[in-house]
């Protein structure tokens, strides 16, 4: 049990009235309590009844009598706090195919240059052989047939632009929370990070960039990537808050943009 959360969450329950925001995060608290107690209970009989009966940091009904805003505006910083979390989760749980999408191009990336290898190896002899990689093919799992080597590194590159603009949205939608869910705990960021250290990058000039894919990816799409979406997906966040009654700050489209780019920049550093 994490008992920092638990103190935590007693400690704003104890106040009587929370804020919106207290609302909001005390409820992601108690789902993370919940979620962190399945691992020790998997081996513990029936698996129904027990995860059924694991006690909740704070039940419905007290949630329900804390719920009780001093004012209308409370009540709608509430809606747009809920609304936003909620989204937050939503698109956060749903890269999971985006996510092993990518390990499998990266395997049948991995695959074919060794399988291109074995091939100049085998016709060392025969100057008249081809051996572009980019030309050469193989049987893609991903995609059931077979597709050459740039066809599978062009699908990894459309693959890690919808992750980089999945995740603008994601830490988007955080910076607005008050970076409510710690960067490192969110799949988009997980599975970024698995990308990239599948091929970490090294000093062999020519051959590093052969084999470091990902952070070449990462490097050429980013700015490009964030620099087109981010307006676009920060005017949607705006567009809805106001249909709850809510403006957020005028510097929210830059302060944001900044957030999201100190994040993937630490995510870069720690592959590293």
């Not at 395997?107 to 074995?118: D, G, L, M, Q």
């Not at 084999?211 to 087109?228: A, D, M």
Request: aromatic share 12%; proline share 3%; hydrophobic share 40%.
């Amino acid at each position: 049990m994490d008992y920092n959360k638990k103190s935590l969450v007693d400690k704003i329950a104890a106040k009587g009235v929370l804020t919106p925001y207290e609302a909001i995060y005390i409820q992601y608290l108690s789902k993370q309590y919940i979620d962190q107690q399945v691992p020790d209970i998997k081996t513990s009989g029936n698996i129904y009844e027990v995860i059924d009966n694991v006690p909740e940091m704070i039940t419905e009904n007290q949630l329900d009598q804390l719920l009780t805003f001093n004012t209308r505006q409370d009540g709608q910083l509430y809606d747009a706090y809920r609304w936003a979390a909620v989204l937050l989760s939503h698109l956060d749980a749903n890269l999971g195919e985006i996510g092993y999408k990518g390990i499998a191009l990266l395997n049948e990336i991995r695959y074919a240059r060794n399988k291109n290898i074995s091939r100049m190896l085998l016709d060392k002899d025969n100057l008249q052989a081809d051996h572009d990689i980019f030309k050469f093919s193989v049987f893609s799992q991903v995609y059931q047939k077979n597709m050459t080597f740039s066809e599978i590194v062009e699908s990894f590159g459309s693959t890690f632009r919808f992750l980089i603009m999945a995740t603008d949205d994601i830490l988007t939608l955080n910076y607005f929370l008050n970076s409510m869910r710690p960067a490192e705990d969110l799949r988009c960021v997980k599975y970024l990070k698995m990308w990239l250290a599948m091929e970490k990058p090294n000093q062999d000039g020519e051959a590093a960039s052969r084999r470091n894919l990902p952070h070449i990816c990462l490097e050429e799409n980013l700015n490009f990537v964030i620099e087109n979406n981010h307006p676009d997906y920060v005017a949607f966040v705006k567009n809805k808050l106001r249909s709850f009654g809510i403006s957020p700050l005028e510097n929210f489209q830059e302060s944001s943009f900044r957030y999201v780019k100190e994040t993937f920049a630490n995510i870069a550093i720690q592959v590293k």
